[in-house]
């Protein structure tokens, strides 16, 4: 069975700083990864995807995140944060029959 | 392209009484989702459609919830009667839902904050 664990239910970074989320996945191959941003009263944002092409993945705002096999990991990172980054965090995995798998989300709070 | 659309954004109902949702997927897609977001918590499934056809409802409370796809396009997500259980952001997602080489990500609606009396 596929799943995904999302390490941190909570990080605190200040402006200016890297922030890292981290997500480990569990399947018996090389999933669809996604990572989805939520903010306040919103739906949920897809951030990037990652589909078994590069294995870094660049996305929208200055995110990246990295599909590591070796480590079944798949880790959000932005070089330096900004206040509109605070927000909840899904990493989500697909299954081949259009199954999606959530994270149980991080917190992302940014101080000034 | 347009994105997944739900209405309404906002309902305050008392306990016991029905509501129901609106969800209009993206254009094309052949898989629509319904999930239910607590306060607090990542998104449930209740219910997953493949064009008409339910694939996926094994959390949907069936005593008190119903979803509908009827045309293979937008659906509707019913609840009668409410309880206070039932406070939660609905939320519709869509993916293009090809087949087992798909891998699309999911599309979302913005939600429907429903709050029960």
């Known amino acids: 069975a596929q799943s995904v664990t999302q390490l941190d239910s909570h990080v605190s970074v200040s402006e200016g700083t890297p922030v890292l989320l981290r997500c480990n996945y569990s399947s018996s191959y090389s999933p669809s990864l996604f990572w989805y941003v939520q903010h306040p009263n919103k739906g949920l944002q897809l951030l990037l995807k990652y589909t078994s092409a590069a294995t870094l993945v660049k996305g929208i705002n200055g995110f990246e995140a990295e599909f590591k096999k070796s480590e079944t990991s798949f880790h959000l990172t932005k070089p330096s944060a900004h206040m509109s980054d605070a927000a909840e965090y899904f990493c989500?995995?697909?299954?081949?029959?259009?199954?999606?798998?959530f994270g149980t989300g991080t917190s992302l709070t940014v101080i000034p | 392209e347009a994105g997944v659309a739900q209405s309404p954004r906002y309902k305050i109902i008392e306990k016991r009484q029905s509501v129901a949702f609106w969800c209009n997927p993206i254009s094309g897609h052949a898989t629509l989702y319904w999930y239910q977001q607590i306060l607090g918590q990542g998104p449930k499934l209740l219910i997953q459609f493949q064009n008409n056809g339910v694939v996926d409802d094994s959390q949907l409370p069936k005593d008190r919830f119903s979803a509908e796809r009827l045309k293979g396009v937008d659906s509707t997500l019913k609840i009668q009667p409410a309880k206070l259980e039932d406070s939660a952001v609905y939320l519709c997602?869509?993916?293009?839902?090809?087949?087992?080489?798909?891998?699309?990500?999911?599309?979302f609606g913005n939600g429907t904050r429903l709050t029960v009396t």
């Open positions: 997602a869509s993916t293009y839902g090809a087949g087992s080489l798909d891998n699309s990500p999911l599309h």
């Open positions: 989500v995995s697909r299954s081949t029959g259009n199954q999606f798998y």
